[in-house]
Structure formats: C-alpha cells, structure tokens
C-alpha cells in the first residue's frame, strides 16, 4: 500500500459548506464501502470504510453517543485529503446497527464493555486484515470512552490515538454532583426494566439556539436535517442503565490510564457542558504516571462537539490531530 505523497487543499470551511457537501462530500460517499460485522453477543453493527486512493495508514474513527458514521461526512473527507484511509463504524443500539430494545430511539447498553469489545472485533475481523503499516484511532465523547478503555486492553492494537472530549466523566452541576449518582443508582436497584433516565426522553430537533454542542449553525442544522431525511438513524435520550453503566466506565478509564503505552492527544472544549472537563485532567494526569504519553490541548471557546464547531475551533483541533498522527 505504499504511495507516493500529495498536496491537497485545506480543510472544509463553512463559507462553502453547501457547495462542498452537494458535491465533493457527496462524489466520495458514493465510493463509500458499507458491510456489516457481527459484534459481541451476535449483535449486528454496520461499517463503513472510504479508501479512495492508496494509503498505508488508516484513521479509525469511532463516534459517540446517539451519533451514526453518516454524520461524520465532512471529517472522513478532510481525513481523506490529507492521504488517509477512514473506517468507522456504528455502536450496538444506535445508528445503522441492531438496536437493543423495543423503544428503538431508547440509548441503551447492558454492559459498556461490549462497546469495548466489539472495537476489538471491528479492529481483527475488518481493519487489521487489509495489512495498512498505521492504525490511528480518533474516539469523540463515548467513542473517546471506549478507545480509552481499549488503549489500556489492548495495547498493540493502534499507533497512535485521538481523543475528542472523551467522556471520562458525565457532565453535572455543581449543586447536583453529591446527589446525582446515588439517585441514578437507586433507580438502577428498583427499576429493571429499561427505561429514560430523568430528564431524558425520546428524540426530537432541539433548536441551535442554547444548544450545547456546537456554535456552527451551518454544521449543526446538516445533521439535524439527515436525521429528518433518516429517521431510522437517531436516538433519543439515555436510558437510566446506559448512564449507570457509563459512570462506571468512566470511572475505569481514568483509573487505568497509566497502563496506556502509546501517544495520546487529549482535546478538550473549554464550554463543553455534556462531559467533565475535570475528570479528563484526571486522565491526562494518571497516564503521564505511566510508560504513555498524553499531550492535553483546550480548544478555548469550544463546545463539547469540536470535530464540528465553528471554522476557527474546527480547524484547530484537526490541525492538532493531524500532526500527532503526522
């Protein structure tokens, strides 16, 4: 697979994002590669892949919560500019792959380490096969959750490593933190059956306007209107159990950071109201105790969805990446 290198043009703006998205964007999702794969407890997930020219080296890029790899458009095309091969692929329980329960818009996981799991799989029954030199793994919010957890479980699978404001932590005000867990775990005692945690409901289209998850209208109103074009895509709230369960592997995450023996570039939005900015300090912190590296940048002014926010955040944190994956 080796190439000879290439000169390509800077990353997708926002001034030309219609323009680019009908026809650059939409030219390479028609070469797009789509399978399925069986994860853990025969659950079926879909895969995508984009290998439109040669490449040694392949990003692996793996979403969040309530997200699908058809949202991540834009990304695999500036990844795929800069000579990379993307694969991605979508959790159990969200996007195109089998859904958990009846309420198919309910986020929900019996147990946060069958995402883990299922990384693996992808990684040795699709990726590793195709013999590229690099494997480079980008993990945002859960996606950045479950990378961690795979960087200290498999510590040979990948390269090198991104992480998007990884959910090392849920997001909670102050005043509610002391009480906060020990309601959702009582709830998890006395109701078994699954269920929205509070506060939690099924999807619907929140207004940019007090969104928390980005300051690119542009950006923000693309996926809101592939989801009205896909409704089979979306997901609603979380369920009491799927936070439980990501509490605990949160928790696992920072506490076993020092076994990661690779280089780590740890991205934070400095307005990210969705995940704990503290508990990923923690994490920076615990793996630079061990053999690894982590290399901590806060994109100042960003929300929690980096990957998607205005031009001047956006182009900060794929230039970041893009060199430590360089």
Same mark, same amino acid.
């Given at each position: 697979?080796?190439?000879?290198?290439?000169?390509?043009?800077? %990353?997708?703006?926002?001034?030309?994002? $219609?323009?680019?998205?009908?026809?650059?964007?939409? @030219?390479?999702?028609?070469?797009?590669?789509?399978?399925?794969?069986?994860?853990?407890?025969?659950?079926?997930?879909?895969?995508?892949?984009?290998?439109?020219?040669?490449?040694?080296?392949?990003?692996?890029?793996? /979403?969040?919560?309530? @997200? $699908?790899?058809?949202?991540?458009?834009?990304? %695999?095309?500036? =990844?795929?500019?800069? +000579?990379?091969?993307?694969?991605?692929?979508?959790?159990?329980?969200? +996007?195109?792959? !089998?859904?958990?329960?009846?309420?198919?818009?309910?986020?929900?996981? !019996?147990?946060?380490?069958?995402?883990?799991?299922?990384?693996?799989?992808?990684?040795?029954?699709?990726?590793?096969?195709? +013999?590229?030199?690099?494997?480079?793994?980008?993990?945002?919010?859960?996606?950045?959750?479950?990378?961690?957890?795979?960087?200290?479980?498999?510590?040979?699978?990948?390269?090198?490593?991104?992480?998007? &404001?990884?959910?090392?932590?849920?997001?909670?005000?102050?005043?509610?933190?002391?009480?906060?867990?020990?309601?959702?775990?009582? $709830?998890? =005692? %006395?109701?078994?059956?699954?269920?929205?945690?509070?506060?939690?409901?099924?999807?619907?289209?929140?207004?940019?306007?007090? /969104?928390? *998850? $980005?300051?690119?209208?542009?950006?923000?109103?693309?996926?809101?209107?592939?989801?009205?074009?896909?409704?089979?895509?979306?997901?609603? +709230?979380?369920? /009491?159990?799927?936070?439980?369960?990501?509490?605990?592997?949160?928790?696992?995450?920072?506490?076993? &950071?020092?076994?990661?023996?690779?280089?780590?570039? *740890? *991205?934070?939005?400095?307005?990210?109201?969705?995940?704990?900015?503290?508990?990923?300090?923690?994490?920076?912190?615990?793996?630079?105790?061990?053999?690894?590296?982590?290399?901590?940048?806060?994109?100042?002014?960003?929300?929690?969805?980096? =990957?998607?926010?205005?031009?001047?955040?956006? /182009?900060?944190?794929?230039?970041?990446?893009?060199?430590?994956? &360089?």
């Amino acid at each position: 697979m080796t190439c000879q290198p290439s000169t390509f043009p800077s %990353f997708s703006q926002e001034e030309h994002f $219609t323009d680019t998205m009908t026809s650059a964007v939409s @030219e390479m999702w028609q070469q797009r590669h789509e399978g399925k794969f069986t994860g853990v407890k025969q659950c079926e997930l879909g895969w995508v892949s984009l290998t439109p020219k040669c490449s040694d080296k392949v990003i692996i890029v793996v /979403n969040g919560r309530v @997200e $699908t790899y058809w949202k991540y458009q834009e990304l %695999f095309y500036d =990844l795929v500019k800069q +000579g990379y091969h993307v694969y991605s692929f979508d959790h159990r329980g969200q +996007g195109v792959s !089998e859904r958990l329960v009846a309420d198919h818009e309910l986020g929900y996981v !019996e147990d946060f380490d069958d995402y883990v799991e299922d990384l693996h799989l992808f990684m040795q029954n699709i990726v590793k096969p195709q +013999g590229y030199k690099q494997h480079f793994i980008l993990g945002h919010s859960m996606g950045g959750a479950i990378t961690s957890l795979a960087l200290a479980r498999y510590p040979t699978l990948f390269d090198r490593a991104v992480l998007s &404001a990884p959910m090392h932590g849920i997001y909670v005000k102050p005043h509610l933190k002391p009480f906060a867990e020990a309601l959702i775990g009582i $709830t998890e =005692l %006395f109701r078994r059956q699954p269920h929205y945690a509070i506060g939690q409901k099924p999807y619907y289209a929140k207004p940019f306007d007090g /969104n928390l *998850l $980005t300051h690119s209208q542009t950006r923000y109103q693309w996926f809101r209107d592939l989801y009205d074009v896909r409704p089979e895509l979306r997901i609603g +709230g979380a369920s /009491n159990h799927w936070v439980w369960e990501s509490i605990k592997a949160a928790r696992r995450a920072i506490q076993q &950071a020092n076994t990661i023996t690779i280089p780590v570039l *740890l *991205l934070q939005g400095s307005e990210d109201k969705i995940v704990d900015n503290a508990c990923q300090q923690q994490f920076h912190q615990q793996l630079n105790q061990g053999s690894g590296h982590c290399d901590f940048k806060i994109i100042e002014g960003s929300r929690h969805e980096i =990957l998607f926010e205005s031009d001047p955040l956006r /182009n900060q944190a794929i230039a970041a990446l893009l060199t430590h994956f &360089a």
